[in-house]
């Protein structure tokens, strides 16, 4: 009884979610129907009559009943059966309750749902009847002509059930109920012996609840939601069923909604004032209030009005997008429903992905032609180009481009700079197109391996053996990795409002430092709009490769002596200063950490031949000194090969060049008085102390020599990255040698697996669905495999080294997840890329706030 489920909560426990929705809404003084509950027990068996009187009794022989399950697990063989009690007899009374076409659809109903869901007819036999006789009604059909239609139907439905049974459709309440819970006892009974029985045995509840009673003169049943979905504003949106729809179930009211079903008789809510009075919808606001304020949510409201009596008979979380989400967060804030710090656990870090970037309208006409890696978000469109430099030449005559590569190379980064995005048929999350376009802030799809990509005739070739041609227009979206035929519609993200105002909150909560990844002054300037903490990881390499400093580089790569490469070096030297102060400017005074040369030289020179006969007569030396010694820098595995430090201990210029140019930039930005720097420099993949040793040394010998040239003092900071298993190990003596370590943890990821970061993407998948691995490792931290080295490390590091500063720069560091592994292990900051950096700042908060609960979390 309704009674049982108000005053004696003990008996709704542990009997699922609706009635201990009811139980709460009742609690809380929300009017909830007439409802009686049974326990599974009473229908294990044969339901006795002693029970069945008992409920007729509760309700009345003049009602009409729905009967629910409710249940601990979610089970969707137990359907809902409503307008229990309709009958011929007394027909009167149920046309008066319904009015007289609701009679016959509500009659129909119960008819068709007893035979298929308990006698397993076949549907068909229903629909093919409906439609034979129903679909005859014209468009302008009157009402007349309608009841005729259906009473006709409903004799055909009578007729199919005598047939089927061998007796006539049950005519009283106490027939239709003991049929009914006789099932619910079988169903349940048939799932109990299907589970596990080392599972906890799960516990249902059947909810009889009155429909309409018999003192109504009217009834209507609708929804309502109090939110915009996509803007999170106050919208009062919905729907209102005149009279008893048909075929009504819990998630049948979309279906509904889209009015597939013509027995509906719907008005929208435009029309839901005429059918509500301005009381009641204040009423149902009211309500929502009660609950928002109870749980911390809006809600999507099911309600029926049952003459002067409206009753909410189900409620459920309002879909929102993560906007709407922000917004209704900022607004419980200031509605002081809920602290700010739980506004910020309300939302979900990742989702503000695609809050950062322009969106996909939807529409029904979208033409998803493929789906890969989705590695940057948001959603561009442009004209395919298979290469950098048309992608500069439509670009420059105001096209919009979309590069699309089966991989990129350093040599491709200007045309990704002028592209708005990019799409490649190899690679992975980590690889050059995913890195480079995430730090550009453009939309990347990668590992697209049902494409195939043709340059001699220019065509884009589609697994359906569909065809696209350069400089037709594509769209990608980053965001779901969906590559879309033709334009689409994209909104604008904005940034500012109840967003700024979550990330304000999250500043204030969180102790981790969040910086970004920048390589030039531009992405700096970028980064400082998303209010970093500082630059983590300047990848210097990317400096290099505008147009008239790549020729420089590629100069130097081909100098046959020291002195050659020396006055090569001498040309860069201002060029990167002059980075360098602007860098250090932009960020005024926050921490940067540049990272010297890393990737191997052949990254620096064109692939073809006849590219590298053009740069042999640009930089004026022999095509076969050229060709030679491009072969000889060629590597069979350049990720392990000559890069990083090693690169810096046998060819030590580049380096000399690279800390000059740092400290030169200091000085000028001290002497300038524009604000303070202290420049950390980072060696990228060490694998032994002496590595640092030597270089420490260098840079010791050139800091000394600026002093001495520029007169001005400045204190500098000396860091590993960690990107070696050997590092990690050896961190303890390391330490001993640097001010700071910071794990990049994608090529820590790819040497502790063995797993190519650029070549991986053609097999995670199935790696994944094989449940080999749980997720791509490079997107989200090993945290029992690298993280456990990570752990390793920096525990050791700190023993040896009480003051060492430990950071995480590689992609990881935008990763909600591995951010809370970071603060587990008591890191100092993180840094990733810009466009991931409001991502970072809220999951560092939620880590704070989830304090010692965070272990479970991870
Ligand atoms: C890393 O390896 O994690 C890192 C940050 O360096 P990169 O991605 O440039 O190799
Ligand atoms: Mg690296």
Redesign the pocket.
Known sequence: MIEMIVKDKSKTNGIGAKAESLRLLSDLGIPVPRTYLIDSEDILGEISDEKIEQIIEFFGSQNLIAIRPSSTIFFNELPTFLYLGISENPKNFYIKITGELNYFKSYCSLIKKISVDIFDSDPDIFDDLYYKIITTIDEKKSSHQELVHFKELLAEYKIVFKDMTGEIFPQTLREQLRLVLKFFGKKWVDLIKKLDLNEEKPKMGVLLQEIASSSASNYCRGKLNFIDKYSGKKVISGFIHNGIPHDISENSFERLAKRIDPLVTKSEVSATQNLLNQDQLETLKSFNQILAKELKDTFEIDFAVNGKDLTVLNFRSSEKSVKAVVQLAVDMVSKRFITKREALMKVDPLALTDYLHPQIVETEDLKVISKAVSASPGAATGKIVFNSNLALELTSSGENVILVMTETGPEDVKGMQVSKGVLTVRGGM?SHAA?IARGLGIPCVVGAVDLRINLVDKKLYLKSGQTLSEGEEITINGTTGDIIEGECETKAPELTGAFSDLLSWADDNRSLKVRA?ADTPKDAALAKKFNVDGIG?C?TEHMFFKKERLLIMQEMIFAEDKEQRYSSLDKLLPIQRKDFIQLFEVMSGQPVAIRLL?PPLHEFLPKDTEQLSILAKKIGVEFKYISRRSRELKEVNPMLGHRGVRLGITMPEIYQMQVRAIFEATSHVLKSGTGLVIPEIMF?LVSANKEIELLSKMIREIAEEVYVNHGVEFSYKIGA?I?TPRAALRAGEIAESTDFISF?????TQMTYGLSRDDSGKFLNEYINAEVFNEDPFLSLDQVGVGELIRLASARGKKSNKNLSIAL???HGGDPKSIFYCKMLGLNYVSCSPFRVPIARLAAAQADIMGSSLKEKI
């Open positions: 980590t890195l990844n990881l990848r890393d990228p990255m990107e990049g943890t994608n090529d820590l720069c590689g992609e």
